[in-house]
């Protein structure tokens, strides 16, 4: 068997739920939303199941779908996409990454990947054949260091992997950390993969500037969203993929060898709910900032080191001022003890990892971010206890 797949161990993320359904805690771990997600988009793909086509639909996307996301990220962030050519439709961002990193790279090509980093990325990578080449970002504030892509980047490199906003870090990268990156991908000739899937769940005003917006990077980016993120439906898994042409043609081959196509009702709900009005990405992000503020100024009242959250479903607390040093610990005493799961960030690093950083999911109804933080009482109290015993 391939050692790539066959030697990885149980996640983390497994870990926790496992000892959360054992300890029946409050799950903060896992990464998606109580709330249903949108009626009218449920309701839409509904009635294509229903109604509409159930045979496999286009390879590269239904049609009023790929007009659907160049209509939308015109709307949204200023882009140019000519539906016919540089749209693509997939099973998920997921898929989208497998792809194109099987398509852009040859065994012994470098990939530049910015750690914490999505769980997917660097089997994926390594898979491919990619080296891969670690930035890594340290709290509170997960800055891009120009000395530390200096340090990545070498002429081997092909591709970079980006994801911004950055799950887990709840971070956003403005213009100037764009600019920066983009200079190093234009004088390395190397190709820009952006997983843009939390584009839409940023907070406090901010707006998604996409790379592929940058100087220089229109035709060496491939843009990457997720419908799961936009519409609070992580079960959906449509990808929406765009990218210049002469890098389209080959993910499209790719594609086409691994799952071909999508869901046509899903596809078919996705160009509806990319065209609603401007209020319903405003009013979904405006509830999920409260939910952020509700628990984040739960944690700061009971004591916690809350870090800023500026995108994702995601707040992280550092848990150093609290005398700890390791979050793996930290965390699995968190649902035995005190019957909430988290997610420890050192999971997202696979070198130089930072162990001080706890992540939580607050895209959950009120009544289980309350519940979670009243078995959070005591916690930052006992941990300074026993740091004092
Ligand atoms: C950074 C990042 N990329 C990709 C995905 C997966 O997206 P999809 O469900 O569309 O495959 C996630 C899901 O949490 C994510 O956080």
Redesign the pocket.
């Known amino acids: 068997m391939n050692p790539i797949f066959a030697n990885l161990g149980t996640s983390v993320f497994e870990v926790m739920s496992g000892l959360a359904r054992e300890r029946q805690a409050v799950n903060l771990g896992q ?1 998606f939303p109580d709330d249903p997600g949108p009626a009218d988009v449920r309701a839409q793909a509904a009635e294509a199941v229903l109604s509409g086509w159930n045979q496999y639909p286009p390879m590269m996307g239904l049609p009023e779908l790929r007009a659907a996301i160049s209509a939308h990220y015109r709307r949204f962030q200023g882009l140019e996409l000519d539906a016919s050519a540089e749209v693509m439709v997939t099973s ?4 989208a ?1 497998a792809g194109a990193l099987l398509a852009l790279i040859e065994p012994g090509d470098e990939v530049v990947l910015f750690q914490p980093m ?1 769980d ?1 990325y660097l089997p994926l990578v390594r898979r491919a054949g990619g080296v891969a080449k670690f930035v890594t970002l340290r709290p509170p504030r997960w800055t891009i260091r120009e000395e530390d892509l200096a340090a990545a980047f070498s002429p081997r490199t092909r591709v970079v992997l980006f ?1 911004n906003p950055l ?1 887990p870090a709840g971070a956003i990268y403005d213009r100037d950390a764009l600019a920066l990156l983009a200079r190093f991908c234009v004088k390395f000739d190397a190709i820009a993969l952006c ?1 843009e ?2 584009e839409h769940v940023v907070f406090d005003g901010r707006a998604h500037v996409p790379l592929m917006a940058m100087d220089g990077m229109r035709e060496r980016t491939v843009k990457i969203g ?1 419908a ?2 936009i519409f609070s439906l ?1 079960g959906w ?1 449509v ?1 929406l993929v765009c990218a210049a042409p002469p890098i389209m043609r080959v993910l499209a081959k790719a594609h086409q060898f691994i799952t071909f196509t999508t869901p046509p009702n899903l596809q078919s709900a996705v160009a509806y709910g990319l065209m609603k009005e401007d209020s319903y990405f405003a009013e979904m992000r405006a509830a999920f900032q409260r939910s952020r503020d509700r628990f984040s100024a739960g944690l700061v009242a009971r004591g916690f080191d809350v870090l800023p959250s500026a995108a994702t479903y995601f707040v992280n607390i550092d848990i150093s001022s609290l005398g700890h040093d390791d979050d793996v610990a930290f965390c699995r005493w968190l649902v035995k003890e005190h019957g909430v799961a988290a997610i420890p960030v050192s999971a997202f690093y696979a070198a130089d990892a930072i162990r001080t950083v706890v992540r939580f999911c607050f895209a959950k109804h009120d009544a289980t971010l309350d519940a979670a933080l009243a078995r959070l009482d005591n916690v930052a109290r006992l941990s300074q206890l026993s740091r004092r015993a």
């Open positions: 990464g998920g961002a997921t898929e990454l999505y997917a994801n799950n997983d899937v939390w997720s799961g993120k992580t898994k990808g």
